[in-house]
């Protein structure tokens, strides 16, 4: 098959978990490979027999055997939350998905002091909350920007070094949050953490070099291109690169050659969002009618906003990655049953009819602008139609596999054509 890089080119929630699933299914993979986000992504698998499973840390290939999970240096590590995931795969008849599953050293370790620091400064907000997962993410790599000894995953072997920067960790939060939420103390955070390390292979620089050479490798990305740190609608947005750039660095660091993966883009036939930020084409009476089952609004998320297609967020999305190789399209079952959706040509902003919105390098203060200018966009619509067709017209890529509900049976797959012909039959 090859290696291929799965990313969401919308706001999240397109369907990541049972695209990676498909793939690793239909096979041979070795290994899924997490390369951003942390604890808070939540990829839903249902398998045909109606075991279900919310994929945060574990690669969503977990349930075919044999197939490996490499949290890779740019994920947030949450130990806690990965042993109540692993007993839930166990629950589920996955006995073996802590032997399967290997850590980089390097990664950050996201503990309880950053999960209710996150709380505490999403409460602050009050009405301008950005909207947050309550998970600790962008604490963690706040954190590890203003301080050179935030914890990693490989601390966890070496518990003076822990426990001292467990302790540095409690106190800032302890000053910084007199009045937040109480936290375990250092010993009992320090105890989990070296179990953990105990039970989980932690590996250095050299593992990804091994992995693809034993197979082919599925990347799987966490939330969406339009949440990206730099290019998404700056201040609703994620402290994580979101596109392709960290799995490609880390196969460039492997060895792999420019271009010896496939790059996949997911998106749902209609368009959905997680809690505040743009959303041009929200429409209230689709969010009444298209309940999610595994997204409901949450208490520090939000609410699971849903609307039409949209051709420009999307050419954005895909103009700021460079491009993919092939689009995986979902819910096409929903599409098919519903004639009143549509999909967005152009924005009207300020009497202009706009088709492409602006690109450049990092700077949130032009993303920030850029939010204040969709704040006033009016979407300009046409019939959908047939979903999967209207989509490669109006994104000019073909559609390589279609998703018509929710199990790896529900999948047509195409051919996606790369540099090294990758085939997703």
């Known amino acids: ?25 239909k096979g041979p993979v070795a290994a899924v490979v997490r390369f951003n986000g942390g604890a808070q992504a939540a990829h839903n698998v249902v398998l045909n027999d109606g075991r279900h499973h919310t994929f945060a840390q574990f690669g969503s290939g977990t ?41 980089d050293r390097d990664a950050l370790l996201t503990t309880p002091y950053h999960r209710a620091a996150n709380r505490a400064r999403e409460s602050a907000r009050g009405g301008a909350r950005h909207g947050s997962c309550g998970m600790g993410i962008g604490e963690t790599v706040s954190y590890a920007l203003a301080h050179a000894d935030a914890p990693r995953v490989g601390d966890c072997q070496s518990p003076i ?13 302890l000053g910084t949050f007199p009045s937040g939420e109480d936290v375990p103390d250092v010993d009992a955070c320090a105890e989990a953490f070296a179990a953990f390390a105990e039970r989980v292979e932690i590996v250095g620089a050299g593992h990804l070099r091994r992995l693809l050479g034993a197979g ?21 947005t994620t402290w994580s690169t979101t596109t392709f750039a960290n799995a490609e660095t880390l196969l460039a660091e ?43 609004a949450g208490r520090w998320q939000g609410a699971f906003r849903v609307g039409h297609l949209d051709a420009v967020a999307l050419r ?21 049953a519903r004639p009143d959706l ?15 919105l602006e690109t450049g390098p990092p700077d949130l203060g032009r ?5 204040r200018r969709l704040s006033a966009a009016r979407p300009v619509y046409a019939p959908l139609g047939r979903a999967e067709e209207t989509i490669e017209d109006v994104l000019q890529t073909p559609v390589v596999l279609r998703s018509y509900g929710p199990t790896a049976a529900h999948k047509r797959a195409g051919h996606l054509r790369t540099p090294i012909d990758v085939s997703l039959r």
Request: aromatic share 8%.
């Open 367 to 371: 993303q920030a602008a850029l939010t």
């Open 342 to 356: 549509r999909v967005c040509l152009d924005y009207e902003i300020g009497g202009e009819r706009v088709g492409r």
């Open 1 to 25: 098959m090859g290696h291929v890089i799965v990313v969401d080119l919308g706001f999240g929630d397109a369907g990541k978990g049972t695209v990676v699933d498909h793939l690793c299914s």
């Open 63 to 103: 349930f075919t055997p044999g197939v490996r999970t490499h949290l890779s240096r740019f994920m947030l590590v949450d130990p806690l939350a990965l042993a109540a995931e692993a007993g839930h795969l166990r629950a589920l008849g996955v006995a073996d998905a802590l032997d399967r599953l290997t850590a």
């Open 316 to 336: 954005y999305a895909l103009d700021v990655t460079g491009g993919v190789d092939g689009l995986a399209v979902t819910h096409l079952d929903v599409a098919g």
């Open 254 to 296: 492997a060895g792999a050659a420019d271009g010896s993966a496939a790059r996949l883009g997911v998106l749902r036939a209609y368009a959905t969002r997680h809690g505040p930020g743009p959303f041009v084409t929200e429409d209230p009476a689709l969010t009444a009618d298209l309940p999610d089952p595994h997204n409901a």
């Open 216 to 236: 082919n490798v599925v990347f799987e990305g966490a939330q969406g291109v339009l949440l990206d740190e730099w290019h998404g609608f700056h201040p609703y």
């Open 161 to 173: 070094r822990l426990r001292r920067r467990l302790s540095a960790l409690r106190d800032w939060y």
